[in-house]
């Protein structure tokens, strides 16, 4: 037995000094297993489990931080992640991705998509998913209450993208009217962002699968469920010979034998892992990626996710122009009527709640009558 066991481990150190060197092996493996994490991410996006993207994002990023994992395919798919990072926590105006604390989550997102334009086959394609960013970034503030970043969204879009003249004169308007619920804003949703940035996942999933860990998984779970079952085929059919037997027969064994029941199993039927739907065309990648560009799009403060709840920013405190437009506000519209003195005043971010408990503080204090 002793010289079978050292032939194995001679033929191991072969296998790993010989032509085939550990370190492209290691390569390769490493390879599959940032597929495998690409397409988690893209099914967790697809599912829209924000806790769930986020671990598998931290796992992401630690495996795409390997020195060994070079080539444009595995760099565009780190740009993708980043991108997709910005958009899950789009309406999270308080964190940061970007050393300008005035560049906001899809504002970040639409930076790195004007770099993926050579990954889009589909020119109507990227053109609509850049209109819903600008659209959703303006949005987004519109809803929280903060007027000036809506207007300071628009700004940074002009020195930073092109965009039709017609949507930025429409945002404009919607804008300096405050008309939150507008329904042009209506119509390119942020709903309908997700769908649209999906729709893009979809043709280049299909065109570059990067699920070969995911089918040699799969067909492991077949293989161990498919003899599961021929363990509960052997026992079915001892029981049921014995079922067969005559009543006296089994009065005879009924002190020798001991029936097995039959044990719970997952069931054999193999859920289908996670095919991209079929698009109209198919994906071309033609640009190359550099480092320098790569590093700035997904540097540590862009990806790593858990530095995210470090940079919400403090509290902001009431000031006697804020009391005063709250003031106006009731006399305007009525106590109780918060949502309506949102659309008139920009007070930078608060919700209704905290216009309640701010006008509570004010009456018990006699400030306000």
């Known amino acids: 037995m002793e010289p079978e066991i050292n032939n194995k ?61 070079k080539g444009d395919l595995h760099d565009e798919k780190k740009m993708i992640c980043a991108f997709l990072a910005r958009v899950m926590h789009g309406k999270q105006l308080d964190v940061l991705f970007e050393e300008d604390d005035h560049v906001m989550p899809l504002m970040s997102a639409a930076k790195i998509w004007s770099n993926l334009e050579q990954t889009v086959a589909d020119e109507s394609l990227f053109t609509t998913i850049t209109i819903l960013l600008l659209v959703q970034s303006v949005a987004v503030c519109l809803e929280k209450g903060k007027l000036s970043s809506a207007s300071s969204v628009l700004k940074w879009f002009e020195n930073n993208n092109e965009f039709p003249q017609k949507v930025r004169v429409k945002l404009s308007t919607i804008v300096t009217r405050r008309e939150t ?10 709903s309908r962002l997700l769908e649209t940035i999906q729709t893009y996942l979809d043709a280049y999933l299909e065109k570059n699968p990067s699920d070969y860990l995911l089918k040699a998984a799969e067909m492991m779970v077949q293989s161990q469920n498919i003899e599961g079952l021929g363990d509960v085929v052997t026992r079915d059919s001892s029981l049921s010979e014995e079922a067969n037997e005559s009543t ?17 199993l997952l069931s054999t039927k193999i859920t289908d892992a996670w095919k991209p739907d079929t698009c109209k065309k198919a994906f071309v990648s033609l640009r190359r990626i ?62 209704g709640t905290m216009l309640k408990d701010r006008w509570r503080v004010l009456m018990k204090s006699h400030k306000v009558g």
């Open 181 to 190: 619920y507008h329904p042009f804003l209506m119509s390119f949703s942020f």
């Open 248 to 264: 006296e027969d089994r009065k005879k064994k009924k002190n020798t034998v001991c029936l097995r029941t039959k044990r719970k």
């Open 290 to 351: 550099s480092k320098n560009e790569l590093s700035q799009m997904t540097s540590r403060k862009s990806t790593d996710t858990s530095k995210i709840t470090k940079t919400r920013k403090p509290p902001q405190k009431w000031t006697p122009q804020l009391d005063k437009y709250l003031e106006d506000g009731v006399k305007h519209h009525g106590q109780g009527k918060w949502s309506h003195i949102l659309m008139d005043y920009d007070f930078e971010g608060r919700t």
């Open 9 to 69: 481990t001679a033929t191991v150190a072969s296998y790993i000094d010989g032509s085939v060197r550990f370190p492209h092996v290691t390569a390769v493996a490493t390879g599959w297993m940032l597929d495998f994490m690409f397409v988690s991410l893209c099914r967790r996006f697809k599912e829209g489990k924000f806790d769930e993207f986020n671990e598998a994002l931290l796992t992401f990023q630690a495996i795409s931080q390997t020195p060994s994992l």
